[in-house]
């Protein structure tokens, strides 16, 4: 199984929902990734887990809260987002912990739309 | 110095021809440079790497030429068919190092058939 997979595929919510994210992997990788996909930009790294633990956060607002329930799990919970809010949210993950020379493997996103 | 360049921003080749996507950095620690191919609705797939020791790496169809002296690296995609319609994105990280993937700002090539 090569793969990571993430739930739900779309999503549309009001700015004063909550929701949450799911990715999951079952590759037996140390570090999962959280990305933000605007249409025709690369992708904007948000966190990073490393067995499990949160390493890095690339300064997201708390209104982006991720979870590491354990190492095949990764969840982004949404609360009180904003319209500019809305893109592609990418899950990924890599054998070792850090990505310099490591093959980063995709979700398909979630694309999440807030109105 | 984080930088990575990349051009053009689309490309339309016919069937048969060849692709070329450049990219450029300025940070001198970068050893690792990846490809990103993306379909619409999926998510980004490595699709070839490269690291400063060689300056060529070919698999299959798809080519990455490296000139370090220049810092500047490109894919070439050979023989391309309508399939390889997608975004690529470039990258650059520093191996072994916390810091993440350096993305380019993405090419969308269109291969008409």
């Known amino acids: 199984d090569t793969e990571v997979t993430q739930t739900p595929k779309h999503l549309v919510m009001g700015m004063t929902n909550k929701k949450s994210l799911k990715c999951e992997q079952h590759?037996?990788?140390?570090?999962m990734y959280w990305y933000k996909q605007k249409a025709k930009k690369p992708p904007e790294l948000m966190f990073v887990y490393s067995y499990e633990k949160l390493s890095i956060n690339e300064s997201v607002p708390s209104r982006f809260s991720p979870e590491c329930p354990n190492s095949s799990l990764l969840n982004l919970h949404l609360h009180a987002l904003q319209p500019e809010d809305s893109a592609l949210y990418l899950c990924?993950?890599?054998?070792?912990?850090?990505?310099?020379?490591?093959?980063?493997?995709f979700g398909s996103g979630t694309q999440l739309s807030v109105l | 110095q984080q930088q990575v360049k990349q051009s053009p921003q689309s490309l339309i080749v016919q069937k048969g021809g060849i692709s070329i996507i450049n990219c450029a950095y300025e940070n001198t620690a970068f050893d690792y440079f990846p490809w990103y191919q993306q379909f619409p609705g999926k998510g980004p797939a490595l699709l070839i790497a490269i690291r400063p020791d060689v300056s060529e790496k070919k698999e299959g169809r798809f080519t990455i030429s490296f000139n370090k002296s220049a810092k500047q690296f490109s894919l070439h995609i050979m023989d391309s068919q309508p399939g390889d319609s997608a975004t690529y994105f470039c990258?650059?990280?520093?191996?072994?190092?916390?810091?993440?993937?350096?993305f380019g700002s993405g090419t969308q090539l269109t291969v008409l058939p």
């Open positions: 990924a993950s890599s054998q070792g912990v850090y990505p310099g020379g490591e093959k980063l493997f």
């Open positions: 990258a650059a990280t520093s191996s072994g190092s916390a810091r993440q993937l350096t």
């Open positions: 590759m037996g990788h140390r570090a």
